[in-house]
């Protein structure tokens, strides 16, 4: 009985060592957390993609509760979200353009040749480490559909080779920009349809010989400019967004129809 005794009261004095070493360690160690941190985490609508440059929603909420993260910094959730947050955190979001991912290669397989029949790991990555050119042209699309893979909103889809995006779906997460190994694909604003779809760097003759849809850098484009918005830069056209009208010159005078026109969204 006495070591019973003994026994149980030695459990107690650990139990209570134990509890007030956690109840000194909680308070000295103890960190104060914000309460808006937990509004707009609240508000994030939970993707946990990482599209913001930080590790899933939660870390996105400290650091714009800390002031770390600009109340805009969801792409998913946009403009009404950052509208959400800006009233918790007692600041103005601004004005936030949507953006949509675009992708520049029309090398679909009705102007381009492929080069054999792959048969290896479903990944485009992949395929460029490898070496290896499924098509004729060398800066052209992979179309294993790596993109459509990591997109959350499934706003894209593989068309004869070739990744298309469905502008209506597309959050401009930018995750797809990040899983294309050739840089294919890029964020331009939603409303601007004026893009030219093409990566082709070569000179005109040789970029013919790959893909009949591929820009040539003959500058037809650029003389019918007006706001000087388009420019030729490594045998290759490029669009500024910014100053970009939407007149539709471009798209009419471009001799490879690789320039988007302003009504035809990409989908």
Do not use: W
Not at 22 to 50: H, I, M, Q, S
């Amino acid at each position: 009985m006495d070591i019973i005794l003994i026994t149980t009261a030695v459990i107690t004095v650990i139990g209570l060592i134990v509890g007030i070493g956690l109840v000194f360690t909680g308070k000295k160690f103890y960190v104060e957390v914000d309460p808006r941190e937990a509004a707009v985490r609240e508000v994030l609508p939970g993707n946990n993609c990482g599209a913001c440059g930080y590790a899933g929603c939660d870390a996105m909420a400290a650091a714009i509760a800390k002031g770390e993260a600009p109340v805009s910094g969801c792409p998913v959730g946009g403009a009404p979200v950052a509208g959400q947050i800006g009233a918790i955190m007692g600041t103005d979001a601004g004005e936030i353009e949507r953006k949509v991912a675009f992708v520049k290669c029309k090398g679909s397989c009705a102007y381009t040749q492929n080069q054999g029949s792959y048969i290896g790991i479903d990944d485009c990555a992949s395929v460029v480490r490898s070496g290896l050119n499924i098509t004729d042209c060398d800066y052209g699309c992979v179309g294993l559909g790596t993109c459509a893979k990591v997109c959350p909103e499934q706003a894209i889809t593989i068309r004869d080779g070739v990744a298309m995006v469905d502008r209506r779906k597309c959050v401009g997460c930018g995750l797809c920009v990040k899983a294309c190994p050739k840089g294919l694909i890029e964020l331009v604003p939603a409303k601007n349809r004026v893009a030219v779809q093409c990566s082709n760097k070569d000179r005109g003759p040789q970029v013919k010989k790959v893909c009949s849809a591929g820009c040539i850098g003959c500058m037809l484009c650029t003389r019918q400019c007006e706001s000087g918005a388009i420019t030729v830069t490594n045998n290759l056209a490029h669009v500024n967004y910014e100053a970009c009208t939407q007149c539709g010159k471009c798209v009419e005078k471009c001799p490879a129809k690789v320039i988007t026109p302003p009504a035809a969204p990409q989908a």
